[in-house]
DNA sequence: ATGGTTGCCGAGCAA
């Protein structure tokens, strides 16, 4: 089972893009993060018309993730528990059925800039939710697998300029320490218990040639629990989605699990 | 230090 996640900033943007990176990669499941959509306005014939099954939760303009799946998909759920204030469109859950069931997680982790401020306390708060439901979904002893963009820059190894991120919420300490705090509970960072070396980013600004210069940072990741790592036989990082036509600011990050 | 770019949608905000 091929499981990938990709942040495609606009799902009408990468009406053209999106297709020609499925139809190459053949993924079996893909989780979207910010789809900047309604549900209703999604274009689902043309995902449909490639064999998937579309889970949307969506929100008009900002935000939002979606579920595509070439498998069945049962018992789908949107919106991260704890906080029914919280109305961003972040978070969906579904069970994919192989081999055997994985329970795939989508996520739109914030951004939390400017730090400090209530757009860094959010990121926290969501951090520590998220940790709750990491937990109960460990002790289900299925195979679960937390996809997306967590803006995290895990370690300074995961950014071309280290320097250039020490003030930002997606380095700061206290990110960091909430990152760690949630795979502690017991998940593998897939493509960092495969790749240990520097200089692999899933991320490169539009901005100031960042791709050119390859002054990139890696924030896509997908977390394990035990019965998931231990299916786990492949882990990339699609750089080269990054130079073709009209492309996200982020690059697809993709698992293979014996499931 | 600033500015640099893109997507949403039709003015700024978010990133």
Redesign the pocket.
């Known amino acids: 089972m091929k499981i990938a996640t990709f942040n495609i900033?606009?799902?009408?943007?990468?009406a053209e893009a999106l297709p020609a990176w499925l139809r190459m990669a053949e993924p079996d499941v893909v989780v979207l993060q910010?789809?900047?959509?309604?549900d209703e306005?999604f274009p689902h014939e043309i995902f449909e018309g490639l064999g998937y099954q579309i889970e949307t939760h969506g929100q008009?303009?900002?935000?939002g993730v979606a579920i595509l799946s070439k498998l069945p998909l049962e018992d789908v759920t949107r919106g991260l528990p704890g906080d029914p204030e919280d109305e961003q469109a972040r978070w969906i859950e579904a069970a994919v059925v192989g081999t055997r069931a994985v329970r795939i997680c989508g996520l739109y982790l914030?951004?939390?800039?400017p730090a400090p401020g209530p757009?860094y306390d959010y990121k926290l708060a969501w951090m520590a939710r998220m940790r709750t439901r990491a937990a109960e979904l460990l002790a289900t002893e299925d195979p679960v697998v937390m996809a997306g963009?967590y803006?995290i820059i895990p370690q300074d190894i995961d950014a071309a300029r280290p320097e250039a991120w020490r003030e930002d919420a997606l380095a700061l300490p206290d990110s960091r320490a909430a990152f760690r705090r949630i795979v502690n509970l017991g998940f593998t960072e897939a493509f960092r218990a495969r790749e240990p070396g520097p200089g692999h980013y899933s991320f490169w600004?539009?901005?100031?040639?960042a791709w050119a210069r390859n002054n990139g940072i890696r924030i896509d990741h997908l977390l394990l629990s035990p019965q998931a790592a231990d299916l786990m036989t492949d882990c990339q990082i699609d750089r080269e989605v990054r130079a073709g036509e009209?492309?996200?600011?982020h690059v697809p990050v993709w698992i293979t699990l014996d499931a």
């Open positions: 900033n606009g799902i009408k943007a990468r910010e789809i900047k959509s309604t306005a008009k303009g900002f935000n914030p951004n939390g800039n757009k963009d803006n600004d539009y901005q100031a040639g009209k492309p996200s600011d």
